[in-house]
């Protein structure tokens, strides 16, 4: 059964840096594709970053508006997903959640939650203070 668990959230500072972790049970970051999201109150689920395995190789893909400030780190022995966010700004504050869906059930976009599908954590709360 594919779980994932977040951890790390917490308070920064702004422009500060935090780490969230997620780790994967069942499964391993070779076969599936994953991904960290995050939600903002009262709004759905942003993708901030997907990462997926093909030929040997691990592909990073960034939305904008973290890709200078955010990156993803996979650490395999541990199966566990990194998330180093850096300079973070109000606007970063909010719940982040890492998924996952099986390489054969992903073609380039993430399929609808309504496919059941995904596989989500219980999501990490995070706060930007001044």
């Known amino acids: 059964q594919v779980q994932l668990v977040e951890s790390g959230g917490g308070v920064a500072h702004l422009g500060g840096s935090l780490t969230l972790s997620c780790a994967a049970h069942?499964?391993?970051?070779?076969?599936?594709?994953a991904g960290w999201f995050r939600q903002f109150p009262g709004k759905g689920r942003e993708g901030i970053a997907t990462i997926s395995f093909s030929g040997g190789h691990r592909f990073y893909a960034y939305a904008d508006s973290i890709a200078d400030r955010f990156h993803v780190s996979i650490d395999d022995v541990r199966t566990t997903m990194y998330l180093h966010m850096t300079a973070l700004k109000p606007e970063d504050a909010g719940t982040y959640f890492c998924a996952a869906v099986a390489l054969t059930n992903f073609n380039g976009e993430w399929p609808e939650p309504s496919t059941g599908l995904v596989s989500w954590g219980e999501g990490t709360p995070v706060t930007v203070r001044l």
């Open positions: 069942g499964f391993t970051f070779n076969t599936h594709v």
